[in-house]
């Protein structure tokens, strides 16, 4: 599907075209918090589910089985795609590397993807979830945003601050510039070979992102995914999606970006977002995940707070601003679905 009328919801709204709802997925619907992946994870562990298409595409539609989302989210991880480029990764269970990145000579070391190559099963489970999944529901792949996964290359795991990796990148500015290009570039190359594989829209994850300063973004980071973007934009005509999490203070300065969805973190309201990115996109998101754990009537007063912070919008997709936690009740989950779908109704075909 495309950009003609029979395209997704998700789709057209990631496009700013009329849609008969507002369509929501959720960030990390497919994991811990369903009792299905918990039960299956007692028999497989976590990189393995990741390298085999049939156990993948199992997982990315158990919430497609349980809610009425308009979109799935291949179930992998930003880390998956760097085995390949010579960086071994572990989950215990956030990511681990047993050869953190810490010199110039390990950063030009890292070898550029080849995605057929390199992750020909991230590629046949796309195939597999979209000869199963209903045609209406879309299928949006992703990958780690270069500077999210430069952070967990050069620290070796998780952070509150990346100091290890935010100190790398100036004493050693050249080699971090090479070692973010390569990975801007092996990421938009898997993008777009998800995207022939049959996912209907691409995502990038830049977690860690708001901890950088405007100075800095514009100097290291906004001239890679500049030429990521364009990469991408040239290669495919899939919606594109940009997540730079806790990027309110950057958001200005990524006017420019070529993306079609911008998705929001929970700590700046949508209309705010979208007057610092200038207006005319569609944005994506924002309820807090935390929400999720208040009464029922609270979360729809929740919910009902961000449909109408996305009106005026060009699209709204909604979305939570950040993954949800593993403690969640699903019968929440299944709360919110239903709950946006009826609220978000338009009118439009
Ligand atoms: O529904 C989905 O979104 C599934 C696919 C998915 C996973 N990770 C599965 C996963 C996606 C899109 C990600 C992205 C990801 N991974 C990000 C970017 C988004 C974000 O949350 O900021 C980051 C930073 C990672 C790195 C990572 N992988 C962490 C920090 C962790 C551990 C913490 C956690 O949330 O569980 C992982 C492991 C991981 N990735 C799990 C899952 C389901 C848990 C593994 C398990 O079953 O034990």
């Not at 008969?20 to 959720?26: A, E, G, M, S, V």
Request: charged share 25%; aromatic share 8%; hydrophobic share 45%.
């Amino acid at each position: 599907m495309n950009g003609s009328d029979n395209a997704t919801i998700f789709e057209r709204a990631a496009r700013g075209r009329p849609v008969p709802h507002t369509p929501i997925w959720i960030m990390r619907q497919a994991g811990r918090y369903l009792p299905e992946y918990r039960k299956l994870r007692r028999e497989v562990d976590f990189i393995t589910a990741t390298r085999t298409p049939e156990i993948a595409a199992r997982i990315t539609l158990q919430p497609m089985e349980r809610f009425a989302m308009d979109a799935s989210i291949l179930f992998s991880d930003i880390m998956t795609p760097l085995d390949p480029m010579g960086v071994e990764v572990k989950f215990a269970p956030g990511p681990v590397l047993s050869h953190p990145v810490r010199t110039p000579e390990a950063a030009r070391a890292v070898r550029a993807l080849v995605p057929e190559e390199g992750v020909p099963f991230v590629l046949e489970a796309i195939r597999a979830v979209r000869a199963e999944l209903r045609p209406e529901a879309a299928l949006i792949g992703f990958a780690g945003a270069p500077f999210t996964l430069f952070c967990y290359l050069v620290e070796g795991g998780g952070s509150k601050d990346f100091m290890t990796a935010r100190s790398f990148l100036r004493r050693e500015p050249e080699a971090s510039r090479a070692l973010l290009h390569t990975l801007g570039r092996s990421m938009a190359r898997y993008l777009v070979a998800q995207a022939e594989a049959g996912a209907n829209a691409v995502m990038l994850f830049d977690s860690w992102i708001g901890l950088l300063g405007p100075d800095t973004y514009m100097r290291f980071i906004h001239p890679v995914l500049t030429r990521a973007f364009a990469a991408v934009r040239a290669a495919t005509d899939r919606p594109i999606i940009y997540f730079p999490n806790r990027g309110g203070p950057l958001l200005r300065s990524m006017r420019g970006l070529d993306v079609d969805v911008v998705a929001i973190d929970w700590t700046l309201p949508l209309s705010k977002a979208d007057r610092l990115l200038g207006g005319g996109r569609a944005l994506q998101g924002n309820l807090d995940p935390a929400e999720l754990f208040g009464r029922p009537d609270a979360l729809r007063r929740a919910a009902d707070a961000v449909l109408a912070e996305a009106e005026g919008l060009a699209g709204h997709i909604f979305s939570l601003g950040h993954g949800i936690d593993r403690r969640t009740d699903p019968d929440q989950v299944a709360r919110l679905v239903d709950h946006v779908h009826e609220r978000g109704r338009t009118g439009a075909d």
